[in-house]
């Protein structure tokens, strides 16, 4: 027996870039993966690798809604100035655009 959703649940299909990337090069990102979560401003990006500068590892984001509002994380580990981080495309869960980087160990 099929089951019907109702329509408030139907929502409408995302619109496809084609040809387009999602990711913005020189935009900051929030970016969760399977394991860890990162910050930085993205300098790169293809089809298997993120490229993020000025970049920190957030070991403890507090209350996660609270810490996404404030962008005030409760513990941030920032990686050296002048490094650049790669993180594997395959290990995202989910990325969006935030307001600043975390350059202060917390």
């Known amino acids: 027996m099929k089951k019907k959703l109702a329509k408030s649940a139907v929502k409408k299909p995302l619109k496809v870039r084609a040809g387009k990337d999602n ?4 935009k900051i990102y929030f970016i969760q993966t399977v394991t860890l979560y990162y910050t930085g401003l993205l300098i790169g990006v293809n089809k298997d690798e993120f490229l993020l500068c000025d970049a920190a590892w957030i070991a403890d984001t507090g ?29 995202l869960i989910a990325a969006w655009q935030i307001t600043a980087t975390q350059r202060a160990q917390k």
């Open 23 to 26: 990711f913005v090069v020189g």
């Open 63 to 91: 209350r996660f809604a609270d810490a996404l509002k404030s962008l005030s994380f409760s513990e941030v580990e920032p990686f050296p100035d002048g490094v650049e981080v790669i993180v594997g495309r395959g290990a």
